[in-house]
């Protein structure tokens, strides 16, 4: 059990005591994200993306790990303050507040949406609360009327160039199995049906077997900036919802060609020269619009490790074990801190740490638990089989 | 903001020659978030403020506003001296989330309006903050009566918040409590009666045991929430035994103030009229406090959790 025991020992005695510890802000509930390699509190805004993310966390580690009381109630110091201070007049939640609760930046952003959504779900099935339960409801209803424009007034894009984006087809097939408990059944298969049908058909590349970021309305490219992004971490970790599916649905086809297309990505975007995946890549191989691109993210490479390590459990394929191992090696090499706990989340190219954080604006206490714990169940399986070694 | 949970009485760091020793207090502070507390009550009993000098009060008050972390901030400036209190009050009043103040404790109080006055004039140095009346009769002498208290201060004092209630009068407790459908926050003080607040509504707990056994309280609470009184009962018995151990080594304040260090947070010596142990007498004390099973409710140390190379 050498991988299972290290991803669980990670998550248990590393990760999850980081955030116990310096995260809660028991003074006007919610967390603090913003903090420095050794846990120090830099920026005291809060960031609903990453409230609603915690909150998750916290009851997800308490719904499948273990009851342990301290986390339900670390999670509802986060769903308390998002109940009170996340949502606008009209119920949108907004994208960042104050350490007090005050609005800073209206909903423009349905993620924030998306990750309350989550939380409050999460949260219901660990304690029971009705009123919760219900809320999660309301807010994924509210999500599925904004999916067309869910920038709606603070869209800034004008309709000549009609892209769609890759985001929210992605993660309405994890949110829907995260809402399970509280949509019809009905409801859910539908959901997985759109959703399945666009990662695969529209967005993945029948040519190249790749995920693009942006497509025309009919899954035609479109040969601009945004037309030829390709944000190689979000086409992996799609590939993981697809498993998940294909796991819940018995349909090993989707299984097999999620395994595919994570090869292709895999191969298209690994540093060969430095190691690691890129961030952006511009799919005809021009200079990317984000200037980031070339740094390596701690979410990309997690998510590259729970994708592999589910496409392992459920195919047994060699290619990818082989890029496990790579990946892994990469991974806990560059991104791990276990002097100070947690994982860094930016490092530049040739993999040096950019930014001395634990969390920031975007990086809080969300892909790290996830991926630890979902490699640790995966392992389980794997390893628990004689003929892995 | 909301006040409630377990609240640390804190103690006040040194270093071994006995001065102030405030770099400690950061570390201090993720300790007690990492171990579910939710606030901090500072420069009291606990804190040693008796033994402190002005400037050392305000040292600590500022070093807990500087170590900016999501503990809900007390302070306590109470004082025998009126315009020590109102200096303390005034400084409190940008660095921190509230204040506190017992009563005068030389010349003893014997009226109510004496004590609504003292207040007040306190109160208003910090009009911005909630204000709580620290009321601990045994030490302060003002064994006055604390619903007549609330009765009268709520007109003359704006910002009264409450209570920090460590007395056993467990009516009186009641009463204040249920005074305007429970508009004042009384916490509750007096922590081997931690159980015995439970049915009466009580929230909110400030205490220096806290600093040691947060598990054993949430787990008092479960039991008592899942109607479990026996279980809730045995495990109130240890906390009290915890106290009457430490206590009869050399006396509970200076003793539990040695033990921090064992839990991961070297507090330092303690100053007169406390008890300074030695690391051998800890060792004693830890083996003497685990046969009867209370080690595994111990406040966990921060290097004890996270796992290093």
Redesign the interface.
């Given at each position: 059990m050498k991988y299972a025991t290290l991803y669980k020992d990670t998550l248990l005695h590393d990760i999850i005591p980081f955030w116990e510890t310096y995260s809660l802000d028991r003074k006007n509930g919610g967390y603090y994200t913003c903090l420095d390699t050794s846990g120090t509190i830099y920026d005291t805004d809060k960031f609903i993306w990453l409230q609603g993310r915690q909150a998750w966390t916290f009851s997800m580690l308490y719904n499948k790990v273990e009851q342990n009381e301290k986390w339900l109630d670390i999670s509802k110091n986060g769903i308390d303050f998002l109940r009170k201070y996340g949502m606008n007049e009209n119920g949108d939640f907004y994208f960042s507040v104050t350490n007090d609760g005050k609005p800073l930046v209206n909903a423009y952003n349905i993620f924030s949406d998306c990750f309350a959504a989550m939380a409050f779900s999460q949260y219901a099935i660990a304690s029971g609360d009705v009123e919760v339960k219900a809320l999660a409801k309301k807010v994924y209803t509210n999500i599925l009327k904004r999916i067309d424009n869910p920038k709606g007034r603070f869209e800034k894009n004008m309709d000549t160039r009609p892209l769609i984006g890759f985001s929210l087809p992605m993660i309405l097939s994890n949110l829907v199995l995260e809402l399970e408990n509280v949509l019809d059944p009905q409801e859910v298969e539908k959901t997985i049906d759109y959703s399945v049908n666009q990662v695969m058909n529209v967005f993945l590349d029948t040519e190249t077997g790749l995920i693009f970021e942006h497509v025309l309305p009919n899954g035609e490219h479109h040969d601009s900036f945004n037309g030829r992004l390709l944000n190689p971490g979000h086409g992996i970790e799609a590939m993981w919802f697809m498993i998940d599916i294909g796991v819940r649905r018995k349909d090993q086809d989707l299984i097999n060609k999620a395994t595919e297309t994570i090869l292709h990505i895999l191969k298209f975007s690994w540093d060969e020269k430095y190691g690691g995946i890129y961030y952006f890549m511009d799919s005809k191989g021009y200079p990317p619009q984000q200037l980031e691109w070339d740094q390596k993210l701690w979410w990309v490479h997690l998510e590259t490790l729970v994708a592999l390590s589910k496409s392992y459990q459920y195919t047994q394929n060699s290619a990818i074990l082989k890029w496990y191992t790579k990946v892994h090696d990469y991974a806990w090499n560059h991104f791990s801190d276990p002097e100070n706990g947690e994982w860094f989340g930016y490092l530049n190219r040739r993999g040096e740490v950019l930014l001395n954080l634990k969390g920031g604006k975007w990086k809080g206490c969300f892909h790290v638990p996830r991926a630890m714990y979902q490699c640790w169940k995966a392992f389980e399986n794997i390893e628990s089989n004689n003929n892995f070694k | 903001?909301?006040l409630k949970?377990l609240i640390a009485a804190v103690y006040a760091p040194m270093h071994e020659n006995g001065s102030l020793n405030t770099t400690r207090i950061?570390d201090y502070g993720?300790?007690l978030?990492?171990n579910?507390?939710?606030?901090v009550f500072m420069n009291g009993s606990t804190g040693d403020f008796t033994s402190l000098s002005i400037s050392e009060r305000k040292e600590i008050t500022s070093a807990w506003s500087k170590s900016?972390?999501?503990?809900?901030?007390i302070d306590h400036v109470g004082d025998p001296s009126l315009n020590v209190a109102k200096d303390l009050a005034t400084y409190a009043s940008d660095k921190v989330?509230a204040i506190a103040a017992i009563a005068p404790f030389y010349f003893r109080l014997n009226s109510v309006d004496k004590l609504v006055t003292y207040c007040s004039e306190i109160a208003a140095c910090a009009s911005n903050l909630p204000f709580y009346y620290y009321h601990i009769p045994v030490l302060s002498g003002a064994d006055l009566n604390m619903v007549s208290f609330l009765e009268k201060a709520r007109n003359e004092i704006p910002n009264l918040a409450g209570i920090k209630f460590t007395d056993n009068n467990l009516i009186d407790y009641g009463f204040c409590k249920s005074l305007e459908n429970g508009k004042y926050n009384i916490l509750f003080g007096y922590d081997e009666l931690f159980l015995n607040s439970l049915p009466l509504g009580a929230e909110g707990w400030v205490g220096s045991t806290y600093n040691h056994l947060a598990p054993l309280y949430?787990k008092i609470k479960?039991h008592f929430n899942n109607g479990d009184m026996p279980e809730a009962a045995k495990l109130q018995s240890m906390a009290i035994k915890f106290v009457q151990l430490l206590d009869s080594k050399g006396g509970f304040n200076g003793v539990a103030k040695g033990f921090m260090k064992h839990l991961g947070v070297d507090c330092g010596p303690s100053r007169f009229p406390h008890t300074t142990l030695t690391d051998e007498d800890y060792k004693v004390i830890i083996k003497e406090l685990t046969a009867i099973g209370l080690e595994k409710w111990f406040n966990k140390g921060?290097a004890q959790?996270?796992?290093?190379?």
């Open positions: - | 903001m909301t949970n950061k993720q300790f978030l990492h579910d507390i939710s606030g900016k972390s999501g503990l809900y901030l989330d949430y479960s921060i959790s996270v796992h290093t190379k």
